[in-house]
């Protein structure tokens, strides 16, 4: 995905925000907190962990995502997030 | 008077959750329990092991479980093993296992969702972590009596038996049950008694000496030098004693004369603190009982203490405790609950014992449910919780 299509979502800036805010979290847990549904929620995680921003942990049924520390990408996000966000 | 003179040190070290590093006469009952766990310094991995410990309030169970767990956490650290002692309060959780559960994998991954899953699938969970992480868990179940309660057998059975059937695993998960007599685990079957009952701790009551000891430990850490002087704490100890040898009254006892000191502008803790001190207290009642309601508990009891403060009755009505309610959500800005839930609250403060229920057969429109609060004085209860749901509030 380019760049431009990337930060054109305002649910994936959202989810990128939660994430970098409460560390981790399951798909529902983000749902809420964006306000948006299920499906919705998880179309974007998907669009996130393909680009190596997110990845997930499976518990059982459950997943918890969480930003992939490892990933330039990841870090160069939190990086703006933080500029931006003073 | 001087805003600032103070005859503490560090009240916080008279604190209901404070583990002193040492614990006056509780050292053989600290080694044994060291015996027990010895295997996790060595090789945690083989086993896993059960430990109850009984005996009456103010006995020093929980600070002997908790002395133990920092200990043996400092101890493992040294030699390379991640080890966690938790502590779980299950009454606080009201005696849920799945609560209880959440409450330790949340320590995990605080965000866990609360919802979606078993505790079954809850503890095949943790063990998950636990196995992601090379960790080790003692898993202190405090008040063990109310997971009896309200699980029974099942609950206890999947505690212990689980791990059994991970083949060729490592083992993770120590049991540490805290209650106060055997009699609780009566009701269990034979089999999920059986798992537990193989390594006891009783704790006997403290004699009036043995409190003596544990004040003294306290004073020196709580307050300044030369305020408390002996007769205080030999008036402290003896209120204790008289309590069932309960350390933990003596201890709440002692900061509440402290505070009586300081209001009062004395350079002491004269016995006469101590003395306004007990007839302010209520034992019978713990005041841990009131900080784990959950907040409509706390609102709706709160309504009970202020009609009980504002009307010179024994006994309320649940409709006329239901106003009261409304008032104080109004006070604190919250929507009050329905009807049904407040049936459900008021159960709860039954079974812990603040408040007690009849039902009358007054009245031409049925049977009506009358409230009481037998054991504690309203203005008191009334105090205390509003000083909570403030600091909540805040």
Avoid at chain 1, 69 to 82: M, R, V, W
Avoid at chain 2, 48 to 72: C, P
Avoid at chain 2, 219 to 237: I, N, R
Avoid at chain 2, 363 to 391: D, H
Wanted: glycine share 4%; net charge positive; proline share 3%.
């Amino acid at each position: 995905m380019n760049i431009e299509d990337f930060f054109s979502s305002k649910v994936r800036m959202k989810i990128l925000k939660i994430l970098s805010e409460v560390g981790e979290l399951n798909i529902s847990g983000i749902a809420r907190r964006l306000g948006v549904n299920y499906g919705t929620t998880n179309k974007h995680l998907k669009i996130l962990e393909n680009e190596g921003i997110v990845q997930h942990k499976r518990f059982g049924r459950i997943r918890i995502y969480r930003l992939n520390e490892y990933s330039p990408k990841t870090k160069a996000i939190q990086n703006l997030l933080e500029v931006w966000e003073r | 008077m001087s805003p600032y003179r103070s005859v503490f040190k560090d009240e916080t070290k008279l604190d209901i959750n404070y583990v002193p590093y040492r614990l006056p006469h509780r050292d053989r009952e600290l080694r044994l329990l060291m015996e027990f766990f010895s295997f996790l310094l060595r090789t945690p991995e083989k086993m896993t092991q059960r430990v109850m410990i009984t005996g009456d309030v103010g006995t020093g169970k929980t600070a002997l479980s908790q002395r133990f767990g920092a200990d043996i956490t400092r101890e493992a650290k040294k030699r390379g093993t991640n080890l966690r002692y938790i502590h779980v309060n299950c009454r606080e959780y009201r005696g849920s296992l799945f609560l209880s559960l959440h409450h330790v994998v949340s320590i995990f991954h605080p965000n866990f969702p609360r919802r979606g899953y078993s505790a079954e699938e809850l503890l095949g969970i943790l063990l998950q972590i636990l196995d992601e992480q090379k960790a080790y868990v003692v898993l202190t179940l405090d008040e063990f009596e109310s997971l009896v309660e309200r699980e029974g057998s099942d609950a206890v059975y999947k505690l212990t038996r689980l791990q059994e059937i991970r083949l060729n695993k490592p083992q993770r998960i120590s049991l540490i049950c805290i209650l106060r007599s055997l009699k609780a685990i009566e009701q269990l079957d034979a089999s999920a008694r059986s798992t537990l009952q193989s390594n006891i701790i009783h704790l006997d009551r403290y004699s009036k000496q043995q409190l003596t000891d544990i004040l003294n430990n306290r004073v020196s850490l709580a307050f300044k030098p030369l305020t408390v002087p002996e007769d205080t704490v030999s008036l402290t100890a003896e209120l204790a004693f008289s309590e069932n040898g309960n350390a933990r009254f003596g201890i709440e006892l002692l900061w509440r004369a402290g505070k009586y000191a300081d209001a009062e502008d004395l350079d002491t803790v004269t016995p006469e603190c101590v003395r306004k001190a007990v007839s302010s207290i209520y034992a019978v009642i713990r005041k841990s009982d009131v900080v784990s309601l959950r907040l409509h508990e706390k609102l709706f009891l709160l309504g009970i203490a202020r009609f009980f403060k504002q009307n010179e009755t024994a006994y309320v009505s649940l409709a006329e405790a239901e106003q009261a309610y409304a008032v104080v959500c109004e006070e604190f800005d919250v929507q009050p609950h329905s009807h049904t839930q407040l049936w459900k609250y008021l159960r709860t403060l039954s079974t812990l014992g603040i408040v007690k229920t009849e039902v009358s057969a007054a009245g031409l429109r049925g049977r009506s449910t009358c409230i009481s609060l037998p054991r504690i004085p309203a203005y008191e209860l009334e105090k205390e919780l509003s000083n909570l749901l403030q600091k909540e509030r805040s």
